[in-house]
T-cell receptor, first 118, second 116 residues
């Protein structure tokens, strides 16, 4: 069964500093990987996704993520955070279009809560 | 504007009183899904639907029902709500044909449910 681990429940970063949020996945085949952001009281917004090709993926709001197959990781990075980046971040892994019986194959990590210090 | 809408956004109810949370998408997506989000547990899938009249259980289906009579709508039904169903619920949809957006799920704004 596929799984996603986000080792950091909370991360505090100073405004203007760089950010890296960790994500490790377990999946038997080539994974489809996603990062979503959830601002307080809001739904989930897709930041970026990886299906294939270049392992460094650019997303919205200045975020990027790098797929490292050897480490089963898909860490999210931003060179300089803004106060508006404070939110909950979710990494997710998915199968192909149809994964068969059971859940659809999109499994979420438990999230990392990002706090921005002035 | 492409969107997934849910209603109501907030709901307080009592144990045993049937309720329905509606979900609608305007993107002509075949696939729709319901998740619940609980602190420390992330998002867990309740039910999903591959297309009209095709639904299946996700990871945590107990106590929930769904129906898919129209492509755009995917209501979540709690026949007899209990306090352990107090949660934040998200509806999502995605396309299933062609293009790199194949696996991108679009989420609704969420419905916060409190069962007393």
């Amino acid at each position: 069964a596929q799984s996603v681990t986000q080792p950091d429940i909370h991360i505090t970063v100073s405004e203007g500093a760089s950010l890296e949020l960790r994500c490790n996945y377990s999946y038997g085949a080539t994974p489809y990987l996603f990062w979503y952001v959830q601002s307080p009281g809001q739904g989930l917004q897709l930041l970026l996704k990886y299906f294939s090709g270049d392992t460094l993926v650019q997303g919205i709001k200045g975020f990027e993520a790098e797929f490292k197959r050897s480490q089963s990781s898909f860490n999210l990075r931003k060179p300089s955070v803004h106060w508006s980046d404070a939110a909950e971040y979710f990494c997710a892994v998915g199968a192909g279009m149809y994964s068969g019986g059971g859940a659809d194959g999109l499994t979420f990590g438990k999230g990392t809560h990002l706090i921005i210090q002035p | 504007e492409a969107q997934v809408t849910q209603n109501p956004r907030y709901l307080i109810t009592v144990t045993g009183k049937k309720l329905t949370v509606t979900c609608s998408q305007n993107m002509n997506h075949e696939y729709m899904s319901w998740y619940r989000q609980d602190p420390g547990l992330g998002l867990r899938q309740i039910y999903y639907s591959m297309n009209v009249e095709v639904t299946d259980k996700g990871d945590v289906p107990e106590g929930y029902k769904v129906s898919r009579k129209e492509k755009r709508n995917f209501p979540l039904i709690l026949e007899s709500p209990s306090p352990n169903q107090t949660s934040l619920y998200f509806c999502a949809s995605r396309g299933t044909s062609g293009g790199l957006n194949l696996e991108t799920q679009y989420f609704g704004p969420g419905t916060r449910l409190l069962v007393l």
